[in-house]
């Protein structure tokens, strides 16, 4: 027998079953010995055992699933789940409603059940106009001027263009500059005095700008860069920040623009739609003693989870985006936010997905559920029972087309209602129809994966087709999840937060960044206009979010400094 049959007879003896709750234990003894960071490594690497163990012990589990439990779906379009080669463009819109949402990707798949797909002119590179935050340089030609004889006819005059050759040329630069200005000094050889060069006016009293701060929160809280990862780059620069002065400089930042973000708060109250979700986060202060919980009027210590909250909140044409890190759950979020809210207005819309957090807290709304959660349900399956998960993927695909060409021929909310219950309404009658069909007729086993996925959606079913009953209902949470993104690339890159103070600074920048660029507004700009005007927030908070603080500035005779849209 070769020596690895031995090794491998012998690695077979030795192997017993280690209850996972005995392995947090030894975990938590090593907590001593280890340095807070490994210790978290360690606890994820023991928590990912746990996860796959559960997974493996569930009835029906494939390789598929498991691949992805661990490493999370690359696509889910419908053609890919079917194993289509060919598809037409049509099926696009469903993909991109149900994938991520995005009302570009939707809406460029709506050209509909076309026979050819036409490649965009430009291939995807960037035009001249996308360059809105470029320095503008104009260049007049060496000879001639407006009005000047033609020097090749002697006949006419020349006039210039409206639209100047643009030419883009891009530099590298540190992400925070620095100028040392070199005052100089002169002494008397005979008395000593020492006289000192004026400092110039532009100069200030202050070390750091106030876009100092504001780029740092944009590159840590809105592209997740950690503190180090910086303090690295501007070191190599030849502009030193360490870590601890970042942090100081956007925790200081911060305290004033409380005033801004509690209206934010208070606005979103007052939305006719709000979408929430969460998703799980680490905060190290609370993995040795949690604090009280005041909302729930419970012990902290019987939560087991941290949780970074989205909620997305539509009033009119606008939408707020808020973020909270704690104990709290999504529905416990939303229930502070509603408090804000008027006695006069009736209940709001609320979409989330069918998980019961999402909704436990005390609050009014009238419920609506993802669509595109129960249709993960049948992408997840759809190997094992490829022919009834077809014909849900191709009903709910058509769906998605009439919303998305409902969104290209910029319907009110009243013609989208009444488009969808032309054009959706008979699909969605149909798949009920067919749900109850397998199961009363028992088509298909409840207990499997497929019986799971039909009574979901079964179970779920009114508040699925609420976009068929009310005005500016949307078919998905994707826009929520979406913004949650922005909390998990930060939990992806820095891994945790320090403390429960460094997650609200967090969620105050998440909130101010993510709000902004929903309304098109260059985040960077809105930031340091704030924090030039601290001292102006308070008076007027209204007055200062991203859709009016460029009105603001105006009537206060400022320049507004904003480059232009949010990319």
Known sequence: MSRWHKGARRSKRQQREVDIGALHAIVEQARSALSAEEHEILKSAVDTLAEVTAELERKGVSIRRLRHLLFGASTERTATVLGEDAREDGEASAEGGAEDGTEENSAVASEGHSAGKTKRKGHGRNGADAYHGAERVKVRHDSLHHGDRCPQCQRGNVYAQRDPQPLIRITGMAPLAAKLYEVERLRCGTCGQV???????????????ESVPSMIAMLKYGTGMPFNRLEKLQRNMGIPLPAATQWELVRDAALPLAPVHNEMIRQAAQGELVQNDDTTMKILEFLAERPHDPVCERKSSERTGVYTTGILSKIGEQRIALFFTGIHH???????????????????????????????????TIEANCTAHA???????????PEQCRFVLETLREVYCNDALARRGAMSPTERLRFHQRQSGALMGRLKRWLNQQIKEKQVEPNSSLGEAIRYMQKHWKKLILFLRLPGVPLDNNLVEQALKRAILHRK??????????????????????????????????????????????????????????????????????AGPAP
């Open 195 to 209: 006289f000192t060069a004026s400092v110039p006016a532009e100069v200030g009293d202050k070390k750091y700008d």
């Open 330 to 364: 999504a529905g416990e979020n939303l229930e502070r936010v509603l408090k804000e809210r008027a006695a006069a207005l009736g209940p709001p819309i609320q979409m989330s997905d069918g998980l019961s957090h999402n909704t436990a807290g005390d609050f009014d």
């Open 375 to 385: 249709r993960r349900y049948f992408v997840d399956v759809a190997p094992d029972f």
């Open 493 to 562: 890159n820095a891994l945790f937060y320090k403390t429960q103070n460094g997650a609200d600074v967090g969620d105050r920048f998440m909130s101010i960044i993510h709000t902004a660029e929903l309304a098109s507004i260059n985040p960077f700009d809105y930031l340091v206009q704030l924090l030039r005007n601290a001292d102006r927030l308070g008076e007027e908070p209204a007055a200062w979010v991203p859709w009016r603080y460029r009105e603001t500035l105006t009537n206060l005779h400022q320049p507004c400094a904003d």
